[in-house]
């Protein structure tokens, strides 16, 4: 009854709450590096609280968000129109990610091989220049953050890489075994379970520099999502359940102490040759379920439903992809006008909010000058 109704309604929005969580994930980024570029450059000593450290698994968090939302959409289009239209697809996807990054990586690539030594200030170059504009057009940045120090203004993009390499395999592997589409994710999933094993066995007898190209290909976290996804459509009665629980005492008890350890007191790589993939595991499990949450807890949906944090999610693309350059600019300034204004401990606060101001302001920019332009051609294509 009530998930019906619940599901048929969605079958034709979107999933209102998930905006918010794609916030709170890129603010988890954003502050991960404000505080690395703090201690890096002795502006302050941060503790090293877990909040500070949770960019690696923010990230993983997006691709479990990217895979059930992307799996979602296209087992639903295949249910009500027989077919999956692959080009559409790739032309949502096009409008949608290409401007911000091809801007971002064009800047990038200015900003360090041209006006860095215009303005005589130091900064090595690793790489050949042509080599690694080709490689970013082809999306493969987490090759060329793995192997060079590109500069902070390129790491985020390393993700995006990823997940339009995903992406590329993704839509026509649905199409191709649309009859048998479980086997397909779940195969996926426990291949690359299997790949992340074998790597951490790999990691004290492997250059660093490959390993950390290997450890982007995180596709468990979204196949994992696409797991969820293929279960809330095809198994209304399992959901039903979930639902009912979900909506609980017990549950929000003990969702929100989970979530609160994770956050500030959960520490990853407790175990030596297995951790990445226990660790992986574990996040896997409770990213799901806090995805599951957002659907269908009534108050943690209306929660993530407050209008500011909506829209803030609406924008955590940019927030994403330009913090970098935020902290870049945040840097030069302090340390050209406030680096003796401050004590140190006012230093890093006011670092804190200069680089997230500024994160938002860029941001703000982007998505009603850039972005929103090329969503409206989006439409055209669902």
Same mark, same amino acid.
């Given at each position: 009854?009530?998930?019906?109704?619940?599901?048929?309604?969605?079958?034709?929005? %979107?999933?209102?709450?998930?905006?918010?969580?794609?916030? %709170?994930?890129?603010?988890?980024?954003?502050?991960?590096?404000?505080?690395?570029?703090?201690?890096?450059?002795?502006?302050?000593?941060?503790?090293?609280?877990?909040? @500070?450290?949770?960019?690696? &698994?923010?990230?993983?968090?997006?691709?479990?968000?990217?895979?059930?939302?992307?799996? %979602?959409?296209?087992?639903? *289009?295949?249910? *009500?129109?027989?077919?999956?239209?692959?080009?559409?697809?790739?032309?949502?996807?096009?409008?949608? =990610?290409?401007?911000?990054?091809?801007?971002?990586?064009?800047?990038?690539?200015?900003?360090?091989?041209?006006?860095?030594?215009?303005?005589?200030?130091? +900064?090595?170059?690793?790489?050949?220049?042509?080599?690694?504009?080709?490689?970013?057009?082809?999306?493969?940045?987490?090759?060329?953050?793995?192997?060079?120090?590109?500069?902070?203004?390129?790491?985020?993009?390393? #993700?995006?890489?990823?997940? *339009?390499?995903?992406?590329?395999?993704? &839509?026509?592997?649905?199409?191709?075994?649309?009859?048998?589409?479980?086997?397909?994710?779940?195969?996926?999933?426990?291949?690359?379970?299997? %790949?992340?094993?074998?790597?951490?066995?790999?990691?004290?007898? $492997?250059?660093?520099?490959?390993? #950390?190209?290997?450890? $982007?290909?995180?596709?468990? @976290?979204?196949?994992?999502?696409?797991?969820?996804?293929?279960?809330?459509?095809?198994?209304?009665?399992?959901?039903?359940?979930?639902? =009912?629980?979900?909506? #609980?005492?017990?549950?929000?008890?003990?969702?929100?102490?989970?979530?609160?350890?994770?956050?500030? +007191?959960?520490? @990853?790589?407790?175990?030596?040759?297995?951790?990445? =993939?226990?660790?992986?595991?574990?996040?896997?499990?409770?990213?799901?379920?806090?995805?599951?949450?957002?659907?269908?807890?009534?108050?943690?949906?209306?929660?993530?439903?407050?209008?500011?944090?909506?829209?803030?999610?609406?924008?955590?693309?940019?927030?994403?992809?330009?913090?970098? =350059?935020?902290?870049?600019? #945040?840097?030069?300034?302090?340390?050209?006008?406030?680096?003796?204004?401050?004590?140190?401990?006012?230093?890093?606060?006011? +670092?804190?909010?200069?680089?997230?101001?500024?994160? @938002?302001?860029?941001?703000?920019?982007?998505?009603?000058?850039?972005?929103?332009?090329?969503?409206?051609?989006?439409?055209?294509?669902?």
């Amino acid at each position: 009854g009530s998930l019906l109704i619940f599901l048929s309604y969605y079958m034709k929005k %979107y999933f209102e709450g998930l905006d918010s969580l794609r916030f %709170y994930a890129a603010i988890l980024v954003v502050l991960f590096h404000i505080t690395k570029v703090i201690n890096r450059y002795n502006i302050y000593t941060m503790p090293d609280l877990p909040i @500070f450290n949770k960019a690696d &698994a923010a990230v993983s968090f997006f691709f479990c968000l990217s895979g059930f939302l992307i799996t %979602y959409l296209l087992i639903n *289009e295949y249910k *009500e129109n027989g077919m999956i239209n692959i080009k559409n697809f790739y032309l949502r996807r096009i409008l949608r =990610i290409w401007p911000l990054y091809f801007s971002v990586i064009f800047f990038a690539f200015f900003f360090y091989n041209f006006l860095l030594p215009h303005l005589e200030v130091p +900064f090595k170059i690793e790489y050949k220049l042509v080599p690694a504009i080709i490689l970013s057009i082809f999306f493969l940045p987490n090759y060329l953050n793995s192997y060079y120090d590109m500069g902070m203004i390129f790491s985020p993009t390393w #993700s995006i890489g990823i997940e *339009e390499q995903f992406y590329l395999i993704w &839509a026509p592997l649905l199409f191709v075994f649309r009859k048998k589409i479980l086997k397909v994710i779940v195969t996926i999933f426990i291949l690359s379970i299997a %790949y992340f094993t074998i790597n951490s066995y790999l990691l004290s007898t $492997t250059r660093q520099e490959l390993i #950390s190209f290997l450890y $982007t290909y995180r596709f468990h @976290f979204l196949s994992s999502g696409g797991i969820l996804a293929y279960f809330l459509i095809n198994d209304t009665h399992l959901t039903n359940k979930l639902q =009912i629980f979900i909506n #609980s005492k017990i549950n929000n008890i003990i969702t929100i102490t989970i979530i609160v350890y994770f956050l500030f +007191f959960y520490n @990853f790589f407790f175990l030596k040759k297995i951790h990445f =993939i226990i660790d992986d595991l574990i996040m896997i499990l409770l990213f799901n379920w806090i995805l599951l949450n957002a659907i269908f807890n009534d108050r943690l949906r209306s929660f993530l439903s407050i209008k500011v944090t909506s829209f803030l999610g609406k924008i955590s693309y940019g927030i994403y992809l330009l913090h970098s =350059i935020s902290i870049t600019l #945040s840097l030069f300034v302090f340390q050209k006008f406030f680096s003796n204004f401050f004590g140190k401990i006012m230093t890093a606060y006011f +670092f804190y909010f200069f680089v997230i101001t500024f994160t @938002f302001i860029f941001a703000l920019f982007s998505f009603f000058f850039l972005e929103k332009r090329f969503l409206h051609l989006k439409e055209k294509f669902k």
